[in-house]
């Protein structure tokens, strides 16, 4: 079989490290012997074959036997760790120097009665040489475990980042869907009326919410609501003011008794810093008899059949601000065509590049422009002019609500 370096070489990792080393150490040795000439250093032993056998020797030597020290010593708090190997390497280097002298006496039958003084004179420059390259690989070593042991913190860290945002990520889904299932899944009708609405959180979850009650065939009550912030904690609170609505919500409460039990409640049940704008309008088909209370939310906005619009700006402060707050009902009378928009200031303040606002005039002139419109048709115009508007980038929730008095 014929032995094949590079077939050693390619299976072997140890082959390859001890090859490699060989190669360094020739280097080193025509580098030592170099300077010896230079210097004009000559005398026994600084011949190149014996300056190559003595560094190959000591280097092979010495290599395997610093690698045994380091994890020795580095079991030990510094400076121990440091004095420990420095020490445990200087009678190594004296043993590997003493042994390397031997061997080269041997070969070249130099007299043992010189070992002594070949020991001092030359020996001890080559302990020194092995002192200083053992602690400068030493401290490589050192540096680059620690580099290494970071970097296993760091992709550990990453990998439980990873991990947690996965599980962030999901936790968010999740909510989002208990969140979607808290608004009306399919809007409830009366005859006479078209009710049509749209939720679009700015983040995986909101504070907007809007619902739709049908208490009879003739009448129904609608309801929206912003808690200012957004994200979980606004969706906690948007959960609350849900559940209390419903609670609270019947054909005989009117909407200023309503928004007053719900602001007992929220006040009871909120955050300093925090606060719920709601809206509450309970029509009457019967007679088209509109009445509502507002707590600090956008006003409504009333289209009639010939295109003017009336705010109705009616109302009082957000809810949570002040628990004994109460609220009054406010009324008026409803026309065959008209139109009532419900929003939240997510579509007034949703910003194009220029960061202008759609605002309050853009939408009430688009209102004006589609009041002929089904309440399903008028909201799916509003929507796409805002998304438009804005590229699709709102800054917070964006919810509507859009009412239609058949003819």
Request: glycine fraction near 8%; charged fraction near 20%; charge should be neutral.
């Amino acid at each position: 079989m014929t032995f094949s370096i590079a077939k050693l070489l390619s299976h072997s990792d140890g082959a390859r490290t001890f090859f490699s080393r060989q190669g360094v150490l020739f280097v080193v040795a025509v580098a030592l012997f170099a300077v010896l000439w230079v210097t004009n250093v000559r005398g026994p032993g600084t011949g190149f074959v014996p300056v190559l056998l003595y560094t190959l020797i000591i280097g092979n030597l010495t290599t395997p036997i610093m690698n045994h020290l380091a994890p020795f010593s580095s079991r030990l708090r510094f400076p121990l760790d440091w004095i420990a190997f420095l020490t445990l390497l200087f009678f190594t280097a004296v043993a590997i120097v003493s042994l390397t002298l031997t061997i080269v006496m041997v070969l070249y039958g130099a007299p043992f009665n010189s070992f002594f003084a070949q020991l001092w004179s030359t020996g001890k420059l080559v302990v020194v040489v092995i002192l200083i390259v053992g602690s400068v690989r030493h401290l490589h070593e050192e540096s680059r475990v620690r580099l290494e042991g970071k970097n296993l913190e760091l992709q550990r860290a990453v990998e439980i980042g990873n991990t947690r945002s996965q599980q962030q990520e999901q936790e968010l889904d999740k909510a989002r869907e208990i969140q979607e299932g808290l608004l009306p899944k399919k809007i409830p009708q009366v005859r006479g009326l078209e009710v049509a609405g749209t939720w679009l959180p700015a983040r995986v979850v909101g504070g907007d919410y809007f619902d739709v009650l049908k208490f009879s065939e003739s009448k129904i009550g609608v309801c929206i609501g912003d808690v200012v912030g957004k994200g979980i904690s606004a969706a906690l609170l948007m959960a609350n003011l849900q559940a209390s609505f419903r609670a609270f919500a019947s054909e005989a409460v009117s909407p200023g008794t309503l928004v007053s039990k719900l602001n007992e409640v929220i006040s009871n049940n909120i955050a300093a810093d925090k606060f719920v704008t709601f809206g509450y309008c309970l029509i009457d088909t019967t007679d088209n008899r509109l009445s509502y209370a507002s707590a600090g939310h956008c006003p409504p906005i009333l289209f009639h059949k010939s295109g003017e619009a009336v705010p109705l700006e009616e109302g009082g402060t957000p809810l949570g601000i002040f628990p004994d707050r109460k609220y009054e009902d406010a009324g008026l009378q409803l026309e065959s065509g008209d139109r009532l928009v419900l929003y939240t200031d997510g579509l007034t303040e949703a910003m194009n590049s220029d960061e202008q606002e759609f605002g309050e005039r853009r939408l009430i002139e688009l209102g004006s422009r589609n009041i002929a419109l089904s309440a399903s048709a008028m909201l799916a115009a509003i929507k796409k002019e805002v998304v438009s508007f804005c590229n699709g980038s709102f800054q917070d929730d964006f919810t509507l609500v859009v009412v239609a008095v058949k003819s």
